[in-house]
């Protein structure tokens, strides 16, 4: 099934690597025009300039924006309205997950990941909200973990937050159904994205390779499909979420975690 997105414009933020990155290549392809943001300037410019090259055609929009910051939040959502004169799929994917346990995690710590899962959803729904209103496709989709569901011990106050995050996504999904605007989220396990590059390159034993650190990551984990997912896997499940592929659903995850998933449904 091929999807004509041409009109349409598509918001992703945290859209300058990893599975952000990949979402707005699949929306540029499919048509859409791309907002994207990172709060690294040169970062978000430097993407921006591949982009064009890669998709010489299509129209993007790259912003330096902290998703934590509500000015810099509603800048970029005016940005957008001025540039493309509306928003129809939002992207919530901005953020990153703490390596912590409840010994070693600080209140000050807690606070941060709670203000991270919590405001990187609540700021830009609220800011493009008027936009997404207007559209007759509306959709929001946000980048969660299957830690919401299965916590893990060394990542708990991520899992906690990702909890809570999932519920008011689920909130968010039934007080916007009756404007029209579907909310969903992806539940991700492992995915080979900048994340987990970081780690490996932090590794002190440099006979690793990349794709042993990621096998062993997920022979760890007990992936049942044996490897961790591509950015590009979590994408497509974005793509499908917020485009009208998906337009009886609302308030519903996809799983994209090979497997991990101990629930039943
Ligand atoms: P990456 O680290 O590869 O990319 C993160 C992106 O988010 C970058 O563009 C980064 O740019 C941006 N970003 C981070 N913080 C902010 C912020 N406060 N405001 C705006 N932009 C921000 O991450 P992944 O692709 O791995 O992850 C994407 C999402 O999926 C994240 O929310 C992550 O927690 C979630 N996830 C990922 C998993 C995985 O295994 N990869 C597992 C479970 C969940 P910059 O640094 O310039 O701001």
Same mark, same amino acid.
């Not at 946000?142 to 830690?147: A, D, Q, R, T």
């Given at each position: 099934?091929?999807?004509d997105l041409s009109g349409r414009v598509t918001v992703v933020?945290?859209?300058?690597?990893?599975?952000?990155? #990949?979402?707005?290549?699949l929306f540029l392809e499919a048509g859409a025009a791309v907002a994207f943001c990172g709060r690294d300037k040169d970062k978000s410019a430097d993407v921006a300039e591949v982009l064009r090259? !890669? @998709?010489?055609?299509a129209k993007i929009l790259a912003e330096a924006c902290d998703v934590l910051d509500k000015s810099n939040v509603k800048a970029f959502a005016s940005a957008?309205?001025?540039?493309?004169?509306?928003?129809?799929?939002?992207?919530?994917n901005a953020g990153q997950a703490r390596l912590s346990t409840f010994d070693d995690t600080s209140d000050a710590a807690w606070r941060e990941e709670l203000e991270l899962k919590y405001f990187s959803v609540l700021n830009p729904a609220h800011a493009f909200l008027p936009?997404?209103?207007? %559209? !007759?496709?509306a959709a929001i989709v946000? =980048? %969660? %973990?299957?830690?919401g569901r299965q916590p893990e011990p060394h990542l708990v106050a991520t899992s906690s937050a990702r909890a809570g995050q999932l519920s008011l996504v689920h909130g968010m999904a039934h007080e916007l159904a009756p404007k029209g605007i579907?909310?969903? =989220?992806?539940?991700?396990g492992q995915v080979a994205s900048t994340q987990w590059r970081r780690r490996?390159?932090?590794?002190?034993?440099? =006979?690793?390779?990349?794709?042993? @650190?990621?096998? %062993?990551?997920?022979?760890? #984990?007990g992936v049942p499909l044996g490897r961790i997912g591509t950015p590009e896997e979590a994408a497509s499940a974005i793509f499908f979420l917020a485009t009208p592929m998906s337009s009886f659903t609302t308030g519903s995850t996809v799983d994209v975690s090979g497997g991990l998933s101990r629930h039943v449904g």
């Open positions: 099934m091929k999807i933020t945290g859209g300058t690597a990893g599975i952000g990155l #990949a979402a707005v290549r090259t !890669d @998709y010489p055609r957008v309205k001025t540039t493309f004169g509306g928003t129809d799929m939002l992207v919530l936009q997404l209103e207007m %559209s !007759d496709t946000c =980048s %969660s %973990s299957l830690l579907r909310v969903n =989220s992806i539940l991700i490996f390159d932090a590794l002190e034993d440099k =006979s690793v390779t990349w794709e042993i @650190y990621t096998k %062993s990551i997920a022979d760890r #984990a």
